[in-house]
């Protein structure tokens, strides 16, 4: 994946004019956890209405504690589907095992490697036999090069069509939840022709810092930003401290379109 074996940027093309490409940007969001059709259908008009054009959610949530919410699984997936399908909206989803792949596959337009499985590497193996796009997230604790190589298993085994995510990692710092590493952004620029997206949500962790860390991401050179947003981020079934307002979330939208020529 290194710019030294490809110079020209990747581009990635989902169908219907969604790019996620260098000299872009391509804007995804949508909640932490699908929750149900009217929070569904719900985001999805939200969506719409600020012109983008990706949706985010999981499905399968890796959760810290095994009591709670985990997510809908695969009907939940088949609901969103039928919803983002009617309204020309991309999915984005995580996949957290190799059954997964198969099962996930006529529903999603993009595999998410979510930041506890970038080195389960026959996750990695298997994602590297399909074509469809597969964005990887930082490891919580992960270096750089460590990402750089994850990418290198799916790359490797045959998938070209990869993105990279910066979501923060963990230090000694206990003031907000991850520490952004703004650093990488730039940094994995100049190593990888792949797309580098930032993920401000889970960055900082917290709702009110979500903006200028997102603001901060593109002016580092991100390609992207993934966000979480829901209609009452108090009753989000998950992440809902970290989770944009619509409100907010259109805030978000203008104040990103402003900055994006000034990289
Ligand atoms: C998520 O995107 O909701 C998520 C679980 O992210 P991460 O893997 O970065 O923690
Ligand atoms: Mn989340």
């Known amino acids: 994946v290194s710019r ?25 969001a949508g909640p932490c956890s ?10 999805i008009e939200h969506l719409k209405s ?28 088949k609901i969103w589907h039928d919803h983002a399908r009617e309204a020309n909206i991309k999915i984005i989803t995580e996949v957290m095992q190799v059954s997964q792949i198969e099962e996930m596959y006529d529903y999603i337009d993009i595999y998410q490697v979510g930041a506890r499985n970038t080195q389960n590497f026959n996750l990695l193996d298997e994602l590297g036999k399909v074509d469809k796009p597969v964005m990887i997230k930082r490891g919580i604790s992960g270096t750089i090069d460590e990402l750089l190589y994850s990418a290198e298993y799916v790359f490797s085994a045959g998938n070209e069509r990869l993105v990279l995510c910066e979501r923060g990692i963990r230090t ?38 979500v903006e200028p860390i997102a603001l901060a991401s593109i002016m580092a050179g991100a390609d992207g930003i993934i966000y979480e947003t829901h209609e009452k981020p108090e009753e989000a079934f998950s992440d809902g401290q970290q989770t944009l307002n619509f409100t ?3 805030q978000l939208i203008r104040k990103m379109k402003e900055v994006i020529d000034l990289r």
Do not use: C
């Open 34 to 43: 699908i929750e149900g059709e009217e929070q569904i259908a719900k985001t």
């Open 248 to 250: 907010e979330s259109r």
């Open 4 to 28: 030294k074996w490809k110079v020209a940027p990747t581009t990635i093309n989902l169908g219907d004019d969604v790019l996620i490409r260098e000299g872009a940007l391509a804007v995804m």
């Open 50 to 77: 600020n012109g983008i054009r990706i949706m985010r959610g999981g499905v399968y949530k890796p959760r810290s504690s095994p009591y709670s919410f985990r997510g809908m699984g695969i009907e939940g997936l």
């Open 172 to 209: 000694y710092e206990r003031a907000s939840r991850n520490t952004m590493d703004l650093n990488a952004i730039p940094i994995l620029k100049e190593k990888t022709h792949l797309p580098v997206v930032a993920d401000p949500s889970h960055g900082v962790g917290i709702r009110h810092h």
